[in-house]
């Protein structure tokens, strides 16, 4: 079983830069999409990024279009999100997820997803 591992996270300032890294272990997940989610006390968990396996589809939230990035490197087994221009709208808790299936059009939503990482926490002052 697949087991996800989140890294990255930590205090910025606004306008601020973070790498997040979502490293896999277990097995592989070179036939996976991986998505990215964040969640803030009180809050549903809010769809940010997926990639799929081959990289041929990437979508983004709308409140994080322009600033984040994922990507990933199968030949390390990790998944990789990249936010650029952070805003204090942007503190939560980040997960990674991993998805064995190809509708991608359903990637938004969380049940979609069969394995989740822990989460590391961003957090963003102004």
């Known amino acids: 079983q697949v087991h996800l591992v989140e890294s990255g996270g930590g205090s910025v300032q606004a306008g601020g830069s973070l790498s997040l890294s979502c490293a896999a272990s277990?097995?592989?997940?070179?036939?996976?999409?991986v998505g990215w989610f964040r969640q803030t006390a009180g809050k549903e968990r809010e769809f940010v990024a997926v990639?799929?396996?081959?990289?041929?589809?990437?979508s983004y939230a709308d409140s994080v279009k322009g600033r984040a990035f994922i990507s990933r490197d199968n030949a390390r087994n990790t998944g990789y999100l990249q936010l650029n221009s952070l805003k204090s709208e942007d503190t939560a808790i980040y997960y990674c997820a991993v998805a064995t299936r190809r509708r991608y059009d359903l990637s938004q939503y969380p049940s979609w997803y069969a394995y989740w990482g822990q989460g590391t926490q961003v957090t963003v002052s102004s």
């Open positions: 990639i799929s396996r081959n990289g041929g589809y990437i």
């Open positions: 277990g097995g592989s997940i070179d036939n996976d999409a």
